[in-house]
C-alpha cells in the first residue's frame, strides 16, 4: 500500500481547492517608456505614434462600450439579459 499522495487526504481522495483564474494584459503591465524601448528594440510599430498618444490612451467611452457589449450580455449565449 502507498502512501497519500500530498495532495491527497489519508483516504486518498484530492481536496477540492478554491481556484482562480490569472492573467495580465501586457499592455496593461508595462510603463509607456518600456513599450517603446521594447517596440523599438524589436522593429515593432506600436499602434500610437508616440508616448503622449500612447498615454492618452482610449476613450473611456470606447472602454465603456466594449465592456457593455462584453458584460451587458448572458454569458455564452451573444443575446442580452432578460
Avoid: K
Amino acid at each position: 500500500m502507498s502512501a497519500a499522495s500530498p495532495v491527497s487526504g489519508p483516504d486518498g481522495a484530492v481536496p477540492v481547492l478554491p481556484t482562480a483564474e490569472l492573467h495580465v494584459h501586457i499592455e496593461g503591465t508595462l510603463e509607456p517608456e518600456l513599450a517603446f524601448a521594447l517596440a523599438a528594440r524589436n522593429g515593432t510599430r506600436l499602434r500610437h505614434a508616440d508616448l503622449d498618444e500612447l498615454r492618452r490612451g482610449v476613450p473611456l467611452e470606447v472602454v465603456m462600450a466594449a465592456l457593455g457589449e462584453a458584460f451587458g450580455r448572458r454569458r455564452g449565449t451573444g443575446r442580452p439579459p432578460g
